[in-house]
């Protein structure tokens, strides 16, 4: 049975309290078992949010969609770093998440058996390709809704205080000769390099996955393959030397990192304390709704020596798929569906995904103004290769954790970087062979 089988896999979730980010709703969970809409309107709508970032955007248009229709829609936000045990806990409730989402194949495979296949849908039909469905042999179980970029942050006005420009950063070399200076004048100049790369639940996926898929992606693309079943780690000399050049050229001491949040990385970056920050085109809204404007920001590769740097580009794409519950009612199924059409069609709703979320691949997409995806749009026009999103190939959220700790570790000075090196390689193979 499909229950039995997210019952194992969530046992430790549901033996657990479960804590939410902004568990505000536009209903609220008790009334969500009345399917009825005001309107006369069947259905219902409760999505589990995987952005604790955009948790009052989605408040916002939910409140709006449910005015307007009359159907309850329910968003409730993961804490960050949590979304996985939270699924497993609500999806076995009476009132299940009618919309969740997964990060990718590998995240399918935990979660297929409660996809609706959406090939028939209107959502579907709204894609402006079909290399934005994530299939399950033929049946569409998900589909891509942002597709997103992340790169350094960089506050440009400092940077021009210190005597450099984003021009002036080219490579890796270049970039360690900034940071480094910087450094060296930091007292003079009244800022760090960079913001503290802090290691707590809310910032560590910065590092652990997305600073991570830059040895993934190079090695991939040296075999010319897209996934594999045991890493080499041919590049993680050149992960150490990127991560080396974040913590000791930064806003607090290595050892500090584990007690940082990603909230403080935020904060010094917009509080002037830091030049670069690593992030994505979804801190975008954040940081101007800080104050923060486009003539002082910029997003630049993040370069570790490795391939062609003079032609690289972003690290551009998505781990963001929508799935709709089969075990919902038909009902909620297709007032579900309908609810997310009307998110990727209406002035609305592609007005707020594309400012809040980034660049969505649907035929009515709004345009975007948000500047980090400009950027990226920008190096691509110039010829410049995105780096892919390769980390939805991660064997499993264990391995990423094993990563992270090492991370850690290493930074406080506990531990070594052959640890490192024993979690990315060793801890891929056997978590790989764990979950096939």
């Given amino acids: 049975m499909k229950r039995k089988k997210v019952l194992a896999l969530g046992l430790i979730a549901m033996m657990s309290a479960m804590t939410f980010a902004g568990c505000g709703s536009s209903a609220s969970k008790d009334g969500a078992g009345d399917s009825a809409s ?11 949010n995987f952005k604790p970032e955009a948790d009052e955007a989605w408040q916002k248009i939910a409140k709006q969609y449910t005015e307007e229709t009359g159907v309850p829609v329910t968003v409730i936000t993961a804490a960050s770093g949590t979304y996985e045990e939270t699924l497993s806990s609500e999806i076995v409730k009476d009132e299940a998440p009618t919309l969740f989402q997964v990060n990718g194949p590998v995240g399918l495979a935990n979660w297929a058996d409660y996809c609706y296949d959406l090939k028939d849908s209107s959502l579907y039909n709204e894609l402006t390709s079909d290399s934005f469905a994530l299939y399950n042999d033929d ?30 950063i080219q490579s890796f070399d270049d970039l360690k000769k900034v ?69 000791n050229n930064s806003t607090c001491k290595p050892a500090d990192l584990a007690g940082k949040t990603g909230d403080d990385a935020e904060n010094e970056f917009v509080e002037g304390k830091a030049v670069f920050f690593q992030n994505g085109s979804w801190e975008y809204a954040n940081l101007t709704d800080k104050g923060m404007t486009d003539d002082e920001l910029a997003m630049i590769p993040i370069y570790i020596g490795a391939g062609d740097e003079k032609n690289q580009g972003l690290c551009t794409g998505t781990e963001n798929f929508w799935c709709v519950n089969s075990e919902a009612s038909e009902e909620d199924i297709q007032a579900t569906i309908d609810f ?6 209406s002035e609305a709703g592609t ?41 939805t190939t991660m064997p499993s959220e264990e391995w990423k954790n094993g990563v992270g700790s090492a991370l850690t570790a290493y930074a406080a000075g506990t531990g070594s970087w052959d640890d ?14 764990a979950s096939h």
Avoid: C
Avoid at 39 to 47: P, T
Avoid at 155 to 164: D, H
Avoid at 363 to 381: G, M, Q, S, W
């Fill in 38 to 48: 005001a309107d006369g309107a069947s259905g219902k709508v409760y999505y589990l």
């Fill in 139 to 168: 049946a569409v179980a998900g589909i891509a809704y942002v597709i997103e970029s992340y790169g350094i942050i960089t506050n440009t006005k400092l940077l021009e205080e210190a005597g450099y420009t984003t021009d002036d």
């Fill in 179 to 247: 940071a480094e200076d910087i450094t060296a004048r930091s007292s003079e100049l009244g800022f760090s390099a960079f913001t503290s790369a802090g290691m707590d639940g809310s910032s560590d996926w910065r590092f652990k996955t997305h600073l991570a898929n830059l040895p993934i992606y190079f090695e991939y693309q040296d075999k010319g393959i897209d996934s594999t079943d045991a890493i080499e780690g041919k590049y993680l000399d050149n992960y150490k030397a990127i991560w080396d050049l974040y913590i």
């Fill in 340 to 345: 997310l059409t009307w998110m990727v069609t």
């Fill in 351 to 391: 007005k707020m995904l594309s400012e809040q979320i980034g660049v969505i691949p649907f035929k009515k997409a709004a345009d975007t103004t948000n500047l980090f995806v400009l950027n990226d749009r920008a190096y691509t026009e110039a010829g410049k290769t995105p780096v892919s999103w390769n980390f």
């Fill in 420 to 433: 490192v090196v024993s979690a990315f390689v060793d801890g891929w193979a056997s978590e790989y062979a």
